[in-house]
């Protein structure tokens, strides 16, 4: 198995995180494939982790994994989101339409503009490189932040949201050419930087007025609320964890709102905390698990370990990774093998 590190990300991360940005490609807001917001977000990031917190204002908390040394992927929080700008998206409303005359009786779905302030947390910047996905990489990348935000809850509201990439292949998204483009004149790439750098023109220039998708054309209509092909598994193991589909989706490329009670996600609500009893040179174990060290100097790794009524049995390794020693507690969540 991958010997992975989730911790949270350092300035001297920004080159690796830079060019994990353009490996993903448009449609990861939170990833610009610009250095120096790059380096704004870890700036953010550095004094969220470092700031005693009791309830959520406008943080930002970046992680990254980490494989022999070299970053491969990247995760992040916001603990809540419009507070510096306003939260834009569509909302998917359905109507009736009817006629007796013409025998018509269905639903007609139209694009809300919806423009708030004061939203949930949110989850995102997710975005693992190819050649790591697999041996449960993935869920660590993911579930690893709900284990920070079981260890500190009050920094995190209640209801968690995830914004997930939509449906856009060689740069090209058929719902922003549709929706977008006739207004903006511009790309869906050069779309997605504007959004980072110059948030303000969003408001001022996209339609406000309701959508319908039946104007929209079949290449734009058939996306509508789909994720990108690289964002389908991160989709699936949210849902796995009790996300759902809400009825907002992204402005750009018509990517799916996920959100669930913060007190609902698996990996909260299911994960526990124990002393570490003793560390040995090598742990067998059935139980795959997601361990982290409970600290602002956030570390987490998938580890075998052994749980008995009294605590956690650790490997070496395990330890040395998330920097814990016998009679400290770690958090735990285990993919599979007996509890």
Known sequence: MPNGLIRSAKLEDLPAIFAISEAAGAGITSLPQDAATLKEHLEKSLEAFSTPLSKPYNESYLFVLEIDGRVVGTSGILSRTGIESPFLAYRLKSEPLKSDYLKIDREVESLEWVEMRKRPTEIGTLFLESSCRKKHLGKLLSFSRFLFMADYPSRFTSTIIGELRGYSEQG?????????????????????????????????????????????????RSIVGQPHLETAAAYHILKCQGFKRSHFLDLFDGGPHVQALKKDVAAIRESDVKPITSIKQEVVSQNLSIVSNQSLEFRATLASIETTEEGIILSQTTADQLEVEVGQTIRYYTLYGNH
Do not use: C, M, T
């Not at 004149?185 to 303000?200: C, V």
């Open 172 to 220: 090209i998204s058929p719902f922003w050419e549709a929706i977008g483009r006739p207004f903006f004149g511009i790309s869906y790439p050069e779309a997605d930087q504007l959004r980072i750098l110059h948030p303000e023109v969003i408001s001022e220039l996209f339609p406000k007025n309701p959508i319908y998708l039946d104007l929209l054309p079949e290449s734009a």
